[in-house]
């Protein structure tokens, strides 16, 4: 184990001002009260200025000046520090604001950059008074980027302070993974994100990963309260270990809660493409760097939403069992209202959080396992370009593009039954749920049995309730984020904390012209309808799928983990994890 680089974000109270001198933006916002306005020089031209701080933006307006005023919008802040000036520097004090804005250089999109500006105290004769000021600002500064917004009272209590306090630093846990993707992710720490956690003034503990398992091991025994948050750094098959080394912890229901961070440094990237969507609706970037910077902002803003878990299960089951729409039980105090209440409403959400009693996602027998997955289960083509390009990881995203041309060029199919189960709260019509679907007629019941069928009271689901796709398939993957790669934006209607498994299938016989088409559509969303009467969507709260296929003729993963080639069963659960996100309205 690494743990030799324990850093510590410095605030840099003697550093030197930074001389980056980047354009604000001139757009004009909407006018808000100002909180507080001073006279300040511009490094490194001293220049005068006058700042004017709201709950938005900070508002530069350079004095005896014609050009218009500058903004830097507090969204895009991720810190601000008090330097100190030295010989050559017009102020004794300074306060440095970094952020990340969006800006578009020459011969470039528009895309996040960092970017730093000094602004100097006018000079005081009295050097505490100077500092005293620099610290108000920065506090104010730092006040509204953690998420509280200020009132002219708030300022008040600042300007009258003798002493001015600080935000409470935060303290995150680092995994990186050196050998993920295209083997970026070390100068992604290196270079980034170590350089926004000190710009953040947070500090860290960084723990560089060794070997597959290495950070599932160490999670389940590291101490969680002195953490913050967990920062990931790596690629979607580190962050699936990270989440069911919590899950295995003995206080796993608040270690799950531990915040997770991401930084793309694997070639998938599927939940940092998530994040990035569900924060600024970005359906894709440009490059795993332009999604870098989204995620190093999204990290510092340090806004949380949930993110659902399904339980997935393999093993070896008899046609008479009973199957369970999860195998996980997340103790509750109204665990028997909600599987026996009257209110139809109550026992639709219900169903589709039904829980066993199991609470362990250690292996169920010698033969079969279960853990938890954030992403997908991957059967079929998108499936076997994901692992069979594995030995093109040094291509990064670029592997991915490699291996679908070669599966194009040698398409298999794969023979299978797909179990579901309807949903019960998704407001997602199905699409072409006919074109695949063969109700059991030997377990009774019609082709589309009605949706009250499925709220029963029990919590215990039979074989018999469940509806069947036989057929031959080029992929089968049910989906529970929005993207399944960097680029790949698998299902736009999914969202982070919605317990709802969408089942995407493509059959077999579509042409290649065509399959090519939906493919190169999975960018966009596009594939969806690209894929015409051979595709299928279907919202489920419990998937199985059994391959018909022999073992070698294709892969089964999850989270783009390989798994054994056997029948598995993916359920929705109650239990949610805690992702930094970090949703804007402007």
């Known amino acids: ?208 990963t060794e070997k597959h398992g290495h950070a599932h091991d160490h999670v389940k025994e590291v101490d969680l309260t002195v953490y913050d948050a967990i920062i990931i750094v790596s690629g979607d098959g580190l962050i699936h270990e990270v989440i069911n080394g919590l899950m295995q912890r003995a206080d796993w229901s608040t270690a799950i809660r531990t915040p997770i961070g991401v930084v793309p440094g694997g070639s998938g990237n599927a ?82 959080t039904a829980t066993t009693t199991t609470t362990s996602s250690t292996p169920l027998t010698s033969s079969g396992k279960k853990f938890f997955s954030f992403l997908n289960i991957g059967w079929g083509f998108v499936a076997d370009v994901d692992i069979e390009s594995e030995r093109l990881r040094l291509f990064g995203g670029t592997r991915f593009l490699i291996g679908s041309l070669i599966r194009v060029v040698k398409l298999r199919k794969y023979d299978g039954v797909i179990e579901y189960l309807p949903s019960m709260t998704s407001h997602f019509k199905p699409i072409n749920p006919d074109c695949i679907s063969t109700y059991d007629a030997a377990a009774g019941g019609d082709h589309n049995p009605p949706m009250t069928s499925f709220a029963a009271p029990s919590c215990d689901v039979k074989v018999d309730e469940w509806l069947k796709l036989k057929d031959e398939f080029i992929f089968v993957m049910p989906i529970y984020l929005s993207h399944i790669g960097g680029d790949m934006f698998a ?55 059994t391959p018909l296929s022999k073992h070698g003729d294709g892969h089964l993963t999850s989270d783009g983990e390989v798994l054994p080639y056997k029948p598995i069963t993916v359920s929705t659960t109650s239990v949610s994890a805690r992702v930094i996100c970090y949703p804007t309205n402007r």
């Not at 870098?292 to 659902?308: E, Q, S, W």
């Not at 299938?505 to 594939?527: K, N, P, V």
């Open 271 to 352: 939940l940092a493409a998530a994040i990035a969507y569900a924060s600024f609706g970005k359906v894709k970037t440009a490059s795993v760097w332009e999604l870098l910077f989204d995620c190093l902002l999204v990290i510092a803003k340090f806004r949380l939403t949930d993110m659902a878990l399904m339980d997935v299960t393999q093993h070896h089951q008899s046609s008479g069992d009973t199957v369970t729409s999860s195998p996980v039980h997340v103790t509750s105090s109204n665990d028997d209202e909600r599987c026996h209440g009257d209110d139809q409403q109550s026992a639709a959400v219900a169903m589709d």
């Open 1 to 208: 184990m690494n743990e030799g680089d324990h850093a510590t974000s410095n605030g840099g109270s003697s550093a030197q001002p930074s001389s980056s001198q980047p354009a604000a933006t001139s757009s004009p916002p909407a006018q808000l009260e100002v909180l507080m306005e001073q006279e300040f020089v511009l490094y490194p031209k001293s220049t005068s200025a006058t700042l004017q701080l709201t709950n938005d933006y900070i508002k530069i307006t350079k004095s005896k000046s014609k050009s218009a005023a500058k903004y830097i919008y507090l969204d895009d802040v991720i810190g601000c520090h008090v330097l100190e000036g030295n010989t050559t520097t017009p102020s004794k004090h300074f306060i440095c604001v970094f952020y990340y804005p969006m800006k578009k250089k020459l011969f470039s999109t528009t895309t996040r950059h960092r970017c730093t500006r000094s602004f100097g105290i006018q000079c005081n004769p009295q050097a505490q008074e100077n500092e005293r000021q620099a610290n108000k600002w920065k506090l104010a500064i730092k006040l509204i980027i953690s998420g509280k917004k200020l009132t002219a009272n708030d300022v008040d209590e600042i300007n009258r302070s003798s002493q001015v306090s600080e935000v409470r630093r935060r303290n995150f846990l680092v995994y990186v993974n050196p050998f993920s993707g295209s083997k970026c992710a070390d100068v992604m720490y290196k270079d980034h994100l170590k350089k926004l956690l000190a710009e953040a003034e947070i500090d860290h503990k960084c723990i560089k």
């Open 491 to 545: 299902m736009p209607n999914a969202k982070l904390d919605e317990p709802v498994i969408y089942l995407l299938c493509l059959r077999y016989g579509i042409s290649r012209w065509r399959l090519i088409d939906s493919l190169l559509q999975f960018e966009s969303g596009g594939h969806i309808d690209a894929g015409g009467d051979f595709m299928s969507v279907i919202p489920c709260r419990a998937v199985k799928i």
